[in-house]
Nanobody
Framework: QVQLVESGGGSVQAGGSLRLSCAAS????????AGWYRQAPGKQRELVAA???????NYADSVRGRFTISRDNAKNTVYLQMNSLKPEDTAVYYC???????????????WGHGTQVTVSS
């Protein structure tokens, strides 16, 4: 089973930036789409951004224009650049591999342990 390891989280003030990384134990990202999710306390996990094999991207309305998802297939790694962070971005961030069904991103079953992002006002 593919293992996914997220890193790069931390504590920042509002307006700051962080870059998250997701490393896969196998070359899953060279044959799959990828996505970043987040889950805040007491809330459901939500899709933040996704990227297709061709490099097409989808973003949640709440992060569009501030976050950028990218991939490096040679390194089996997916990134999430987060700029202009807001307190409401505070959550545990998870990545996974998946596929697109029409325009909808569908995750596979493997999840990492996540990385905590905390944004203070």
């Amino acid at each position: 089973q593919v293992q996914l390891v997220e890193s790069g989280g931390g504590s920042v003030q509002a307006g700051g930036s962080l870059r998250l990384s997701c490393a896969a134990s196998q070359s899953i990202f060279s044959i799959s789409a990828a996505g970043w999710y987040r889950q805040a306390p007491g809330k459901q996990r939500e899709l933040v951004a996704a990227i297709s094999l061709a490099g097409l991207t989808n973003y949640a309305d709440s992060v569009r224009g501030r976050f950028t998802i990218s991939r490096d297939n040679a390194k089996n790694t997916v990134y999430l650049q987060m700029n202009s962070l807001k307190p409401e971005d505070t959550a545990v961030y998870y990545c996974n591999a998946g596929r697109f069904s029409s325009s909808d991103y569908v995750p596979y079953s493997s999840w990492g342990h996540g990385t905590q992002v905390t944004v203070s006002s």
